[in-house]
């Protein structure tokens, strides 16, 4: 495997191809190895496709394709041209191919930076200010979880100019609220100017069982043996750009492919875990530092950066005991073959471009969305829920847990210690406005334009820029009014010009914001307020760094020159103003519990049928920290008739209630402890009404109760519920599709109910 791997890296012929047998291994989609003949015969195919074309429609009459491609959460080291020890062959081939931007910058999380990518606009003054999940209502224009329609994303304004678009993978640009099966939709990636969506609308998804939408519809997981969600999207990409160039040759097109990968939960087949056995028992602090001297070998960062120091929390590895170095090297070797399998899946894609005759006509983009997360905190974690509650995992429980890391048993995520490693030399983590949470890769590939492969681009840029270079590179204007909505004025800078020109000059000025934490760049300089949640802003402690000659922040200068913080700080406040950063909050995990008065979710009445789709987690009922009553009206025709009645959630949290064996059960599953509740008495054959009953005693925590035509048959207290989000997997009626919540019925498939439900109605109080 690992020879194939190197074959990539070799003679400009071989790396034309970028898959063939180096992937053919470890792919799933063959079994075959190509051999040298074979992939000879593929690069004349392409030739020969390419002169069909261009005789076709004339040497300067196609216009190019589009590509971007997103990595979710992956720091500014983790790939091999960016100084990893991590297999990334065909992320590498594009960089060796094309550009390396060692200076360009993100927001600090997901959703304002695909905002931001998408339509080449800040994302507060567009309505996404931080991530979709938060909606706080019509008096934070900035925090709507949405791009307003004035913003036009780059598949509205394509369509415009004769584009096909196509969107894949993860979305998180729609308030959480609104994933539901009946809409709406305006904020979906239809509704946002793509032809065609697969993938999943919110924040994360599981790898092995995706909450799925393909176009505006949900549909069911494919059952397909050793189903990932990474291939499953690449399979889809591959068809989007085989339809449109077997069926529309003539028509361009523009393709988001935007991976869950590297986001908890970190799932990847074990056999891309097995290729990095050994390799990280040296521990963090080695990788790290081998990390840093290979960025300067590689001229990625300049020669004279600093590495910074660990980071507050993460301990020397030589302090860690053994079995926390077992455990967390396992953590980051699941880290690592995710990576090398999702780089496997980019080049199966460029792989078809090839084969299609369209990779020398395609400008791919590649970045990530921001710095690496420390959600995996000291101990990492095992159990996707738990830190979004902020509840600590026992280093015990973790360990017990170790053989399932990467596997549909866990939603694993690595601890703080590797997390720093992958945004090396950088201090901190994703969320934050440091280098480490803003500061990521970019590669730009397109050979029409690029002459100078393999270069280095040092100019300061921002995700903003993306878009309106392609707009320059593509010589078009972006249109007054889209669907007859006025459009506001781009607020990125094209940098087209540094393709061919290394000196060319970058963006000048950059303001950063998430959740009242706040940075400002200038001209090489750069200052970061640190913010302490609930704290007045004015009590922010604001440090200085000149980053052109302190690359990695490892300087505070406010002191030493507190004229220029005062003039930096004015400048972050004219550009707050000039791009709406106001009002501010720093709600951080209270952004869960905001629910707009404007949206379906505010109401404390739900009714629910039989037959209802999946309802996403984010839109169902928010019992979090209320009392509230389930009541469901059924039938049993037969004493045999059992399963569940709803279910929201699945084996890491949720909650579900269900008859087995006569009885009524309700379960609510903390993450770390299930509550149980089982009936003294047998549900009766016949009609009946089923009643779930939660009274809060104090904050998120209560008892429950559950009733048989209107007799109370048992109760029990649940010691702690969910304080910011129950689950990852939404509700069903009268099954549990995906993971079951119950280990009771983990055999049982989804454990339809056999007898009938009339309805759910759902009381909130």
Known sequence: MDKGLKVLRKSPFQKLTVVASALALMSGCSSKM?????VKAEVLKTKTNEQNKTQKNGENSSKPNIVYIVLDDSGFSDIGSYGSEIKTPNLDWLAENGLRYNNSHVTPVCSPTRASLLTGRNPHDIGMSTVANFDMGPDYPNKRGRIYPEAGTIAEVLNEYGYNNYALGKWHLAPAHQVTPAGPYENWPLGKGFDRFYGFLEDSGDQYRPELIQDNSPVDVPKKENYHFSEDIVDRADQYVTDQVSVNPDKPFFLYLSFGAQHQPVQVPQKYIDMYKGVYDKGWDKIREDRFNKQKELGIIPKDTKLTGLNPGVK??????????KVFVRFQEAYAGFLTHTDEQIGRFIHKLSSLGELDNTMIVFLSDNGTSSMGKNTGSINHTLPY???PEKLADVVKHIDDIGSDRAGAEFPTGWAQVSNTPFKFYKATTFEAGVHTPLIIYYPKKIKDKGGIRKQYLHVSDITPTVYDVLGIDLPKEINGVKQMPLQGKSFADTFDNPKASG?????????????????????????KSGDPYENDNWQLYHTAEDFSETQDLAAKY???????????????RKYGVFPMTDIAGNGFLTIPSDSNRAKNSFTFYPGMSR???????????????????????????????????????????YI????????????????????????????????????????NKGIGHIFINGQEVGEGTIEHTHQYKIAFEGLDIGKDTLYPVSSEYKDEGEFKFTGEIEKVIYQLN
Do not use: C
């Open 615 to 657: 309802l996403s987690e984010a839109a169902s009922p928010f019992i979090i920290n209320r009392s509230y009553s389930i009541t469901i009206p059924i039938n049993r025709n037969k004493a045999s008739d059992d399963g569940v009645l709803l279910a929201l959630g699945g084996y890491e949290s949720g909650y579900t209630l």
């Open 660 to 699: 087995k064996n006569k009885k009524l059960i309700y379960e609510y599953n903390m993450g770390n402890a299930v509550y149980r509740i089982q009936s003294n008495s047998e549900v009766p054959t016949g009609p009946s009404t089923i009643r779930y009953d939660f009274t809060k005693t104090e904050a």
């Open 389 to 391: 509650n902020d509840v």
């Open 507 to 531: 963006r000048d000025v950059q303001y950063y914001e998430n959740n009242g934490q706040r940075a400002i760049y200038e001209d090489g300089w750069k200052a970061v307020a640190l913010h």
């Open 34 to 38: 190509i051999t040298g003949q074979e």
């Open 562 to 576: 507190p004229k220029k913080l005062k003039e930096l700080q004015a400048l972050w406040e004219k550009e707050a």
């Open 316 to 325: 020397p590895w030589v302090q860690l005991s053994d079995e926390e170095k």
